[in-house]
């Protein structure tokens, strides 16, 4: 069936349906990974988003077998559901060949009830993206008429919508306890801690979880703006006078930050890839991440105790934090990365040590 993207500021493209046909809308963002389609659509982080692949050919690896391992973890996706509003391509393959394949994007999509529109001219769209800033844009079906007043999931609490709603523990008995404020978190995220034989202890996004015993604070991933999160950040502030180690990542990072005094600020598109350049302000070195975020910390806002921990090198924004005397620090990017660079995973390390000397 023939479908067409329209943008809030009346641009429209032409494209084929090749996903569920039903009319949806949201904000439209772009990611510039080669792969790793499967691992996208199941990040919890894009809920509320039409998802924009700057790659032209995608749906060629098809999509694998919704195998769990022993902890109930996804092995192959992010969570146990796709999260994107819409899925957009330039170029949908068909015909998909992999070991691990089995079904088609198109079969998944609709299976999942998620829209996807293919033969976009997607260079164009992305320029419109990178100059106009991320919009609001919708997605309908020959023979309908465009959607009366279009989604802004900047308005929703997403981390609501993608949190836990029970404590889940994993790995009971493991060396070190950590809890792990589920905000949206990716599974590899869990499998990066589990690996390193702790229990965690993933609680709901607002669980006052000061009440817990444990020795290491971890705070994840998530959709939206953080300042949607303010029973988060209290129970974050809570913490602060102590000595437990802290890390948080993605939207951990604002959380974080936002307990600490700080602020927040909504970027112009976002950074959303595999290929974000940061430096580690410590050392000065360097890695490559994959990143998936639309709002960023205002350095200037930092208090005295605080540091900035990771830049970006494309913008100059902050890509992380640090206490300067507490065991407390944060990253913006994603040192799980899957998939991507798996350059900074030993960040997880780092937080490890900080446990084990504490």
């Known amino acids: 069936m023939k479908a067409k993207l329209i943008l809030e500021t009346g641009e429209q493209f032409g494209g084929q349906s090749f996903g569920y046909e039903h009319p949806t809308s949201g904000e439209v963002v772009f990611n510039t990974a080669m792969c790793g389609y499967p691992e996208s ?40 559901k796709i999260h994107v509003r819409a899925f957009i391509v330039s170029d949908y393959s068909e015909n998909y060949c992999h070991w691990n394949a089995h079904q088609s994007l198109s079969a998944w999509l609709k299976q999942q009830q998620i829209p996807a529109i293919s033969g976009i001219d997607t260079r164009l769209l992305t320029k419109l993206l990178r100059e106009k800033g991320s919009m609001l844009g919708q997605i309908v079906f020959e023979n309908e008429n465009a959607i009366a007043e279009i989604s802004n999931p900047a308005a929703d609490n997403l981390v609501a919508q993608a949190s836990c709603r ?21 599974h590899n995220i869990i499998r990066c801690l589990l690996k390193r034989n702790v229990e965690v202890i993933r609680v709901p996004w607002d669980y006052d979880f000061t009440n817990i015993a444990y020795d290491g604070l ?64 410590t050392n000065k070195r360097c890695f490559v991440t994959s990143q998936n975020h639309g709002y960023a910390v205002d350095n200037a806002t930092l208090g005295s105790d605080w540091q ?4 970006n090198l494309n913008d100059g924004t902050n890509e992380g934090i640090y206490h300067k005397h507490k065991p407390f620090f944060s990253a913006q990017f994603h040192p799980e990365a899957a998939s991507g660079p798996v350059d900074t995973e030993f960040l997880f390390d780092e937080f490890l040590k900080k446990i084990k000397n504490n």
């Open 308 to 311: 900035q921990l990771f830049v």
């Open 218 to 281: 971890f705070i994840s991933n998530g959709p939206g703006d953080p300042a949607h999160c303010t029973k988060t950040v209290e129970n974050i502030r809570k913490t602060l006078d102590g000595d437990t180690p802290i890390f948080g990542i993605c939207m951990g990072n604002q959380l974080l930050s936002l307990a600490s005094g700080a602020k927040t600020y909504k970027l112009k598109y976002g950074h959303r890839s595999h290929n974000q350049p940061v430096q580690m302000l």
């Open 166 to 186: 029970e404590i889940i523990r994993y790995n009971e008995g493991g060396e070190y306890k950590i809890v792990l404020v589920d905000c949206g978190v990716k």
């Open 41 to 80: 659509l199941t990040d919890p982080s894009y809920i509320g988003e039409m998802l924009v692949l700057t790659y032209p050919l995608i749906g060629n690896y098809g999509v694998p077998v919704g195998e769990f391992d022993k902890y109930g973890l996804s092995r192959y996706f992010e969570s146990e």
